[in-house]
């Protein structure tokens, strides 16, 4: 164990200045795995048993309980579901006040499930960067050794060719993890898209029902006569002919 450990010490002391900012990057990708990985299990743990519960508590008149069963449950869906479930329990809302209020809160709650997969996208692409620019310098030392002592001796190249074969491999160890969480977390967030729709649409479909029982008023906008109407004798007088 101690044997490894000294050989890691040993290796990144000889990756040379490019492995500092390089494990920088990965511990900060690893933090950021870490929180999405937990926060978007939490999303999608319990959606469609959520779903489920919620639609019969609304439909059979105990909207409160409804809102209690979403409010207690972590999530993208139980907030949509919130939002139009609160607007509802008022007996009367607007036509374009329900739709309106629950993309907004799906808005707000797809902004929050995508934090943090920028840092990913970004560390997966300067990471392996990172490497090339350590390989650069790398070979910009091996030259330089060959210069000074104006001969070529595989002992003098050893150095500078080891910096840039270490910092290569560290950038490309870094990146390929880091891409792979990346896609899976895309992936993840569309399936929880699609939850988060599926809570859009079953509340829009029990806003509709209840109104047809009477049991909500949906206000909707009336058309004035007048500009249906076209100009009237209030927009445009008229004009006597002359006798």
Excluded at 87 to 116: D, M, Q, W, Y
């Amino acid at each position: 164990m101690g044997g490894s450990q000294y050989e890691l010490l040993t290796l990144f002391a000889d990756g040379g200045a490019m492995m500092y900012p390089l494990v920088l990057c990965s511990l900060i990708a690893l933090g950021v795995i870490i929180a999405k990985a937990w926060t978007l299990w939490l999303a999608h743990k319990s959606a469609k048993r959520l779903l489920a519960d919620v639609e019969e508590a609304a439909r059979a008149g105990r909207i409160d309980e409804a809102i209690q069963i979403a409010s207690d449950t972590p999530g993208p869906t139980a907030a949509i579901l919130l939002a139009g479930l609160k607007r509802i329990r008022l007996g009367t809302v607007n036509e374009a006040e329900l739709p309106r209020a629950v993309s907004t809160t799906g808005a707000i709650e797809l902004g929050f499930l995508e934090r943090g997969l920028v840092i990913l996208a970004t560390v997966a692409n300067v990471a392996p960067l990172m490497g090339f620019l350590g390989t650069v310098a790398g070979m910009i030392i091996a030259f330089a050794a060959i210069e000074a002592a104006n001969t070529v001796d595989p002992a003098l190249v050893a150095g500078g060719i080891k910096v840039a074969l270490l910092t290569t491999a560290t950038g490309l160890a870094i990146a390929i993890p880091v891409n792979i969480g990346y896609n899976y977390f895309v992936t993840r967030i569309d399936s929880l898209i699609l939850d988060m729709e599926q809570g859009t649409q079953q509340i829009l479909n029990l806003a509709w029902d209840m109104e047809k029982e009477g049991k909500l008023i949906i206000v909707r906008k009336e058309i004035k006569r007048r500009e249906l109407s076209g100009v009237g004798s209030a927009s445009a007088p008229l004009v006597k002919d002359p006798e």
